[in-house]
């Protein structure tokens, strides 16, 4: 169930994206909510945690560099989301 919240909460993430340039407090703070959500998996943690100390810019972040972080956060949600389904049979 938390990998399809973070799925969901990823995909509205791009789905937002529009021009060059996101606001770097709105990246902060979709980064915070996938926080919340990976409960207790230290390796999303960790990845999320280092794209938080990343962001670049103060006041604006590219988009380019956003959803390259994106993509990264959706493989290691995949990667520590495998538990969900066998806690599901």
Known sequence: MTTALLRTKIAE???GLHGE????????????????LADDRQTLLAEIDHTIASVSGQTVTPNEWWVERLDSIEL?????????????T
Request: hydrophobic fraction near 35%.
């Open 21 to 36: 340039y996101s606001s770097t407090s709105r990246v902060i703070d979709i980064l915070l909510d996938l926080r919340a």
């Open 13 to 15: 993430s791009r789905a």
């Open 76 to 88: 290691e949600v995949d990667r520590s989301g495998q538990g969900d389904r066998t806690a599901l």
